[in-house]
């Protein structure tokens, strides 16, 4: 749902909505507004802030030392600690700094009330000045590392870039977005300025209160004994997708399906290509899904470091993968290693390249995607790669490589439906679930026992009746994500299907998706259709304060807002967006909006 089809989908009817609210800006004017403001003798009123999420559950990482000292202490030496938002002492006349590992980004707050990231940035490993930009655009560059791997989307403009938009939900614990309507600007904050330990282990304040109180009726959630895919959650929230809602807890975890393609592209083959993304390649790797492999079965949950060091950590179950026989490379070489052929470094990311988590064999024949064979010998093609694996290991699984290769032409608009109807049986599920994509059919694909690739099938439906028939029986799934986003997909296609979608449903996506303003706007859509103003004002205003700086929601919040006689929140909305937007043609609109309901 977050792939390309859905952004553009998404601008689409945000395009619509924007019409509708100027429209209604218009027409509105004659409301009656709220009361008059009192006389200059009387006190000024309190500062009202209107806030997308309630976090009050939540008490930060020092109050757990007394009673977790150990875990504590480790905690404070990981990058999850010193990571955050204003974690590390900033630079540059910044107000806060981002990342302690590769690269330290700063932001500075300005009169919008958001943190604007500084152009420049600086490498931690070569101690070295970069601009923001430059980083941005290579990473996008590397998608063309490989023949026929298509370029990836250019990088969202510097302008619209804010801590809040495109850091706080993974690099902050429990990030809040506020309307100061007195002021008419927003107000950023966060419980803590780092990734601290409610984080993952969910909500805590009720748990200190119980036990400073010498009771124990307030327990948390024992996040060892999880189910695989719910103990993946806790992690993928950040590492496999878009950030969840701030108040998302471990207990949330069994609504949570990671999706199979993300916002900054994919390889052919599926493999992620971001550089915090490895929990898609988990999911899809044959260690999770037939032993049941989860992150911290590799990685301190708490600390810094790795629970064991070289192929330790794979000889647990793989005990004959580490001769000679197997890996045809010198026992003390790099090529020995499992990490180099099973996770290679090849995912691109800031100032480096990441582990592919997905943990599978080598593949050069595949002319689309990076491999571990020719990512070590660089002066080797990958027709020597292929050659020489087919020398030591025989011959590949037929099929993979051509699925993948017609999957590679697809992107530059040639459809080979044969290859592609064969990749719907593949038997990895990050290649069916591209496969239906790029056939725009679906259809087949919604009773796929594994979760992500029915995700996958919510935006590949055909807009026909049999489309509409599977989107209806999406809207049933046993899990709760899938049938969420096709609520929300319903909500947007207008599909007879769409009557049948639970508001509860279109929420559950609201929680889902922090940033996506778009389930936010179809809730108001629904509660303008009932007569609900009020409703219809809470939701775009929602939809307004969980991406400040998108398009189209500022318009629809002041219009509804208007609708619900609060013409002075509508006004608040308005003159934040108008001090946000970035782009002179769009805030002459939103300063027409205005001066209509000033009238």
């Known amino acids: 749902m977050n792939g390309p089809q859905h952004r553009r989908r998404a601008a689409r009817t945000g395009t619509r909505l924007l019409a509708a609210a100027a429209l209604l800006a218009v027409t509105g004017c004659g409301r009656t507004g709220p009361a008059p403001a009192p006389p200059p003798a009387a006190p000024p009123p309190p500062t009202v802030v209107c806030t997308d999420s309630d976090v009050s559950a939540f008490g930060g990482s020092a109050a757990c030392a007394p009673c977790h000292?150990?875990?504590?202490?480790?905690?404070?030496?990981?990058?999850?600690?010193?990571?955050?938002?204003?974690?590390?002492?900033?630079?540059?006349?910044?107000?806060?700094?981002?990342?302690?590992?590769?690269?330290?980004?700063?932001?500075?707050?300005?009169?919008t009330g958001l943190s604007r990231i500084v152009p420049r940035c600086f490498?931690?490993?070569?101690?070295?000045?970069?601009?923001?930009?430059?980083?941005?655009?290579?990473?996008?560059?590397?998608?063309?590392?490989?023949?026929?791997?298509?370029?990836a989307p250019m990088p969202t403009p510097l302008a619209r870039r804010t801590f809040e938009t495109d850091c706080a939900g993974c690099h902050a614990s429990q990030p809040t977005t506020s309307l100061d309507v007195e002021h008419g600007r927003l107000v950023s904050g966060h419980v803590e300025a780092s990734i601290g330990c409610e984080a993952c282990h969910g909500p805590g304040r009720a748990h200190v209160e119980a036990w400073r109180a010498a009771r124990a009726d307030a327990p948390m959630p024992r996040l060892g004994t999880?189910?695989?895919?719910?103990?993946?959650?806790?992690?993928?929230?950040?590492?496999?997708?878009?950030?969840?809602?701030?108040?998302?807890?471990?207990?949330?975890?069994?609504?949570?399906?990671?999706?199979?393609?993300?916002?900054?592209g994919t390889f052919p083959d599926g493999?992620?290509?971001?550089?915090?993304?490895?929990?898609?390649?988990?999911?899809?790797?044959?260690?999770?899904?037939?032993?049941?492999?989860?992150?911290?079965?590799?990685?301190?949950?708490?600390?810094?470091?790795?629970?064991?060091?070289?192929?330790?950590?794979?000889?647990?179950?793989?005990?004959?993968?580490?001769?000679?026989?197997?890996?045809?490379?010198?026992?003390?070489?790099?090529?020995?290693?499992?990490?180099?052929?099973?996770?290679?470094?090849?995912?691109?990311?800031?100032?480096?390249?990441?582990?592919?988590?997905?943990?599978?064999?080598?593949?050069?024949?595949?002319?689309?995607?990076?491999?571990?064979c020719t990512a070590c010998h660089r002066d080797h093609d990958k027709t020597w790669a292929d050659e020489a694996w087919r020398r030591l290991w025989g011959e590949p699984p037929a099929g993979t490589v051509e699925v993948v290769a017609a999957l590679a032409r697809a992107r530059g608009g040639h459809v080979d439906h044969d290859a592609l109807r064969r990749g719907l049986g593949h038997a990895d599920p990050v290649v069916r679930a591209n496969a239906a994509r790029a056939l725009g059919d679906a259809t087949s694909l919604v009773g796929d026992p594994v979760p992500e690739v029915r995700l996958a099938c919510v935006d590949a439906l055909p807009r026909n009746a049999a489309g509409d028939a599977a989107l209806a029986r999406l809207l049933g799934d046993a899990e709760p994500k899938v049938r969420a986003a096709a609520a929300l997909s319903a909500a947007l296609r207008g599909s007879v299907a769409g009557g049948t979608v639970a508001d509860a449903d279109l929420v559950t996506f609201t929680r889902l998706t922090r940033q996506d303003p778009w389930s936010r706007l179809a809730l108001a859509e629904r509660a303008r259709r009932r007569g609900d103003a009020a409703g219809a004002a809470r939701?775009?205003?929602?939809?307004?304060?969980?991406?400040?700086?998108?398009?189209?929601?500022?318009?629809?919040?002041?219009?509804?807002?208007?609708?619900?006689?609060?013409?002075?929140?509508?006004?608040?909305?308005?003159?934040?967006?108008?001090?946000?937007?970035?782009?002179?043609?769009?805030?002459?609109?939103?300063?027409?909006l205005l001066a209509r309901t000033e009238r």
Request: proline share 7%; with cysteine.
């Open 69 to 111: 000292a150990r875990e504590h202490a480790t905690w404070a030496r990981s990058t999850h600690a010193t990571h955050g938002s204003f974690a590390i002492r900033p630079d540059e006349g910044a107000d806060g700094a981002v990342g302690s590992k590769w690269m330290q980004a700063y932001v500075r707050r300005d009169a």
């Open 123 to 151: 490498d931690l490993r070569e101690r070295r000045w970069l601009e923001v930009s430059s980083v941005l655009a290579e990473i996008a560059g590397r998608f063309g590392e490989t023949p026929d791997v298509a370029p």
């Open 226 to 264: 999880l189910a695989p895919r719910a103990s993946l959650a806790a992690c993928t929230r950040c590492h496999g997708g878009p950030p969840t809602a701030s108040d998302f807890a471990p207990a949330d975890a069994g609504a949570y399906v990671a999706w199979v393609a993300d916002r900054r």
């Open 271 to 372: 493999r992620a290509a971001g550089q915090v993304y490895q929990g898609q390649g988990l999911l899809a790797s044959p260690c999770h899904r037939a032993g049941g492999l989860v992150c911290t079965d590799c990685h301190d949950a708490h600390g810094p470091g790795l629970r064991a060091e070289g192929d330790a950590l794979c000889v647990r179950c793989h005990r004959d993968a580490a001769s000679t026989a197997h890996t045809h490379h010198a026992p003390a070489g790099d090529g020995a290693r499992c990490l180099s052929c099973h996770m290679p470094r090849l995912l691109p990311g800031l100032l480096a390249h990441q582990r592919d988590h997905r943990i599978s064999v080598p593949r050069p024949a595949d002319r689309t995607t990076p491999d571990a």
């Open 539 to 592: 939701w775009s205003l929602a939809a307004f304060l969980a991406d400040p700086l998108e398009r189209g929601p500022a318009a629809t919040a002041a219009s509804d807002l208007l609708a619900a006689g609060d013409a002075t929140t509508a006004r608040a909305v308005l003159r934040a967006a108008i001090a946000l937007e970035p782009d002179e043609d769009d805030r002459a609109r939103l300063r027409a």
